[in-house]
């Protein structure tokens, strides 16, 4: 078993029967959700799960979970996701994937937000290892760019795998990769953020996280917010 996979079976065990469960999208998310199903299955679990993606939406529906669409949805009592980076002070940088807007939503609308990483995703400042992720409407593009080469940073639009066109997110945004030649505070770029016209969402989980499960060679560690 790798450590992705032993960290999202750790997260599994926190699921109650009668809970309605967030599911993040990416290949940690993916094997949560194949625990809980596997729970639903073998062990009776009942539970309602609710997904951050297609393709999450896709996985749990092949393997027999019962979905609910968020539109129905007013609160949730757990979601469960991976992260890219992860601070000290728990704050997380995601999107990776194209599903900030939906992957948010589900983490501030749940009583617990569970972040599943392993060690390599642990850094002390958010925008170590990757750009921050800043989803536009498309219309905006220029204008947001603009706007966060003010803040200091630079801005680029993400182009596609093929490297033949930009990436379009599954709600039909662009995205910015915004990068900075020194470490940011995230508390502070994250407002600054939330304030820019144009933005759909950006890739800063800023004092969302309940608790961070780090897998490191066979161990969880399980550090929860005070
Ligand atoms: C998707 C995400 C993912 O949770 C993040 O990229 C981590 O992915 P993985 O579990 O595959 O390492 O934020 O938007």
Redesign the pocket.
Known sequence: MND?ELVAIRAARHVQDGMTVGL??????NFFIQELARRHKEEGLRVTAAAS?VVSTIKAQALGLPLVALEHLGRLDLYV????EVTPQMALL???????VR?KLLARGSDRFIV??DKS?LVSHIGEKFPIPVEVMPFAWQLVKNRLQALGGQAELRQNAAKDGLAITSYGSLVLDLTFDAPVDSAALNQQLNDIPGIAEH?IFQDIASAVFIADNGNVEEIWKK
């Open positions: 992705k993040g999208t990416g290949s940690t998310a993606s996701d991976g992260a890219d995601k999107g990776r994937g194209y599903d900030l992957e599943l990483v995703k890739g």
